[in-house]
T-cell receptor, first 113, second 112 residues
């Protein structure tokens, strides 16, 4: 158990819909990273938050947004979903503000039909 | 832009054999990590390598880092079936953001 909690574990939705993925980092970790894992693209960095502030942005689509709340949990919002958004979405936390060893949640598997 | 390349991407080996997985990266960094992922599961940290010449060992796995060559290796000794998994290396990009960038992963299958 990494100490990182992600919900939901699985969700199935239709194109055009919106979903929210939730992540609670390990106790004491201030950084939260979101990654998308798909067979063809591997692990792609989406966005990082540190202590409530956006720290870095990767190849995150404009249809996607995220935030980190004062209690340090984070949410990733995916809207106007397309078939290609089907993937495993991981949240990871780190004690460092810049990089470092990541502790991953179990992931949220999103299927868009 | 930091690029991280692993090879091989697929590896099928027999129990008892030795093999090495390679991880090359394109820009200067002295922070490299190895992770393991079982099918359908999360990623688990295996090794943290933070300096040139760093070597870490855990059981049948040994990881090393050569920052001058921008190369890390993950050596498997006398493979057993339980080592079957996908192994990822990740490198913290330099230049301010230090975002962990992952290789494509090496899918390892160990046959009896």
């Amino acid at each position: 158990d990494s100490g990182v909690t992600q919900t939901p574990k699985h969700l199935i939705t239709a194109t055009g819909q919106r979903v929210t993925l939730r992540c609670s980092p390990r106790s004491g970790d201030l950084s939260v990273y979101w990654y998308q894992q798909s067979l063809d693209q591997g692990l792609q960095f989406l966005i990082q938050y540190y202590n409530g502030e956006e720290r870095a942005k990767g190849n995150i689509l404009e249809r996607f947004s995220a935030q980190q709340f004062p209690d340090l949990h984070s949410e990733l919002n995916l809207s106007s979903l397309e078939l290609g958004d089907s993937a495993l979405y991981f949240c990871a936390s780190s004690v460092l503000g810049y990089g470092g060893e990541l502790f991953f949640g179990e992931g949220s598997r999103l299927t868009v039909l | 832009e930091l690029k991280v390349e692993q090879n091989p991407l697929f590896l099928s080996m027999q129990e008892g054999k030795n093999y090495t997985i390679y991880c090359n990266y394109s820009t200067t960094s002295d922070r490299l990590y190895w992770y393991r992922q079982d099918p359908g599961k999360s990623l688990e940290s295996l090794f943290v390598l933070l300096s040139n010449g760093a070597v870490k060992q855990e059981g049948r796995l040994m990881a090393s880092l050569d920052t001058k060559a921008r190369l890390s290796t993950l050596h498997i000794t006398a493979a057993v079936h339980d080592l079957s998994a996908t192994y990822f290396c990740a490198v913290d990009s330099s230049g301010g953001s230090y975002i962990p960038t992952f290789g494509r992963g090496t899918s390892l299958i160990v046959h009896p």
